[in-house]
């Protein structure tokens, strides 16, 4: 039978949250309150600077800058949104079998709490009216776009990021999550440079690639809408392969995630780009607990944990929606 140590479930679990790049959502989070508080913890408080409140000067002589004292904003994320699994281990499974039963449902609950976070995240960035739109469409009034102009509202969503400081003009952006990874190799792994298709672009910061480059959330249609685009323009050719990265086009990460696409909803039909960086959404969450624990009624054991999770818009700047249709 395959032995389950429920503290090591736990940590990895977390780890695998807070590291994880499944969909557009979870490469707009940074980690900077992760488990502040334990697993105590109700609240997070994040402080966003004035930045109106620097003085500056350009009068000639020895003459100070008029300047007031540092003033900041203060945002509240409650840990108020519990990230629950389950699943039952049937004893046949565990006996009938060397595989280990434990890693794969592993991968499967953290595949599913993965998508629970995403969620949240979206619905963060939905309810922040602040973000800028590119395009000029709205939800309910979408902008037609196609294979010969989808490249040039990429180009206006750089633009957009470039205008409100998000990103520099070389390419590099405020902001970077630099966190120190987990200094376990079975866990965190080797990082490698980018290679292929977008190694070239300009601010690619080394081996923090993944994390550095701003990223644009596309659903299907226009994901593959992109790579056509960029295939005639004759930056890609049809037989190119990138497997092992996503491609990178006009500086962004182009990241495929179909929970944008609102195409099949009863009004306000139409799909959806988000573009942004790390410093877009701030989440927080407590230590996990996971435990084995047996059926009372069948022969199998139950997993089951939980992480309690919270996360909100903190920079409304550092990201940029549009809404878009296929027709006229």
């Not at 407590?286 to 309690?308: C, F, H, N, Q, W």
Request: proline content about 4%; glycine content about 8%.
């Amino acid at each position: 039978m395959t032995a389950f140590t429920t503290e090591r479930w736990a940590d990895k679990m977390l780890f695998s949250l807070k590291e994880t790049k499944g969909g557009f959502a979870a490469r707009l989070v940074n980690h900077n309150f992760h488990n502040p508080g334990g697993d105590k913890a109700d609240a997070v408080k994040v402080i966003n600077p004035t930045l109106t409140v620097v003085g500056t000067s350009q009068t000639a002589g020895y003459d100070m800058p008029a300047f007031q004292d540092a003033a900041s904003t203060t945002l509240t994320i409650n840990l108020d949104k519990p990230l629950r699994y389950a699943v039952g281990l049937p004893w046949e499974m565990q006996l009938k079998t060397e595989h280990d039963i434990e890693k794969g449902y592993r991968l499967t609950c953290e595949d599913m709490i993965t998508q629970q976070r995403n969620a949240n995240v979206q619905a963060a960035i939905d309810a922040d009216s602040n973000i800028p739109t590119v395009g000029g469409g709205t939800a309910a009034a979408p902008v037609q776009i196609t294979v010969d102009n989808v490249l040039s509202f990429i180009r206006k969503f750089r633009v957009q990021l470039m205008k409100t400081g998000a990103i520099m003009e070389n390419g590099k952006y405020r902001f970077v999550d630099l966190e120190e990874k987990e200094n376990t190799s079975e866990l965190s792994g080797e990082q490698t440079p980018l290679t292929g298709e977008g190694a070239d672009v300009p601010g690619v910061l080394d081996v923090q690639v993944r994390e550095a480059l701003p990223v644009l959330g596309v659903p299907s249609v226009i994901y593959e809408m992109i790579l056509e685009a960029q295939t005639k323009s004759g930056k890609m050719t049809e037989d190119k392969e990138f497997y092992g990265h996503v491609p990178v086009i006009g500086g962004f990460e182009i990241v495929l995630d179909d929970s944008l696409d609102h195409s099949g909803d009863t009004s306000n039909k139409h799909y959806q780009i988000l573009a942004g960086t790390r410093n877009l959404v701030t989440e927080a969450f407590t230590a996990s607990r996971a435990e084995v624990i047996p059926d009372p009624t069948k022969y199998r054991d139950i997993l089951r944990g939980m992480i309690v999770y919270g996360c909100a818009v903190t920079n409304a700047k550092c990201g940029a929606r549009g809404y878009f249709k296929l027709t006229a």
